[in-house]
């Protein structure tokens, strides 16, 4: 007879977000959550060269079910450059959630 003890995780000492929590079990069972795992997750799914430079400020739903997204650049100069990798942005956005899920990207500085 095995020790059920055993076989319990012991969670880390960083307390864990609810978004976080969950992302990561939806992400184990291969299902999306909604907006706050994109935010939990931005470094992971941009990679460190866009992550580096843009922060999340707002995610809001159209009533099309698609999300306008909201990016603060850390820098006030780099709104150009980031405005030629809305493309770029998109297509990951997109390819993290498995459908056309982004109707506009806009920034803010």
Same mark, same amino acid.
């Given at each position: 007879m +095995?020790?059920?003890?055993s076989?319990i995780?012991?969670?880390?000492?960083k307390p864990? +977000?609810i +978004?976080?929590a969950?992302?990561?079990?939806?992400?184990?069972f291969?299902t999306?959550a +909604?907006d706050a795992?994109?935010?939990?997750?931005?470094g992971?799914?941009?990679?460190?060269?866009i992550?580096s430079?843009?922060?999340?400020?707002?995610?809001k739903?159209?009533?099309?079910k698609?999300?306008?997204?909201?990016l603060?650049?850390?820098n006030?100069?780099?709104?150009?450059?980031?405005?030629?990798?809305r493309?770029?942005?998109i297509?990951?956005?997109n390819?993290?959630?498995?459908?056309d899920?982004?109707?506009?990207?806009?920034?803010r500085k």
């Open positions: +095995s020790n059920p003890a076989k995780d012991v969670r880390g000492a864990v +977000s +978004s976080g969950l992302g990561g079990l939806l992400r184990i291969g999306r +909604s795992d994109l935010t939990a997750r931005w992971d799914i941009m990679g460190d060269k992550a430079v843009a922060q999340i400020v707002a995610i739903q159209t009533p099309k698609k999300f306008n997204i909201v603060r650049p850390v006030p100069a780099m709104t150009l450059e980031l405005s030629y990798m493309d770029e942005i297509q990951k956005i390819k993290y959630f498995g459908y899920a982004i109707e506009k990207i806009t920034f």
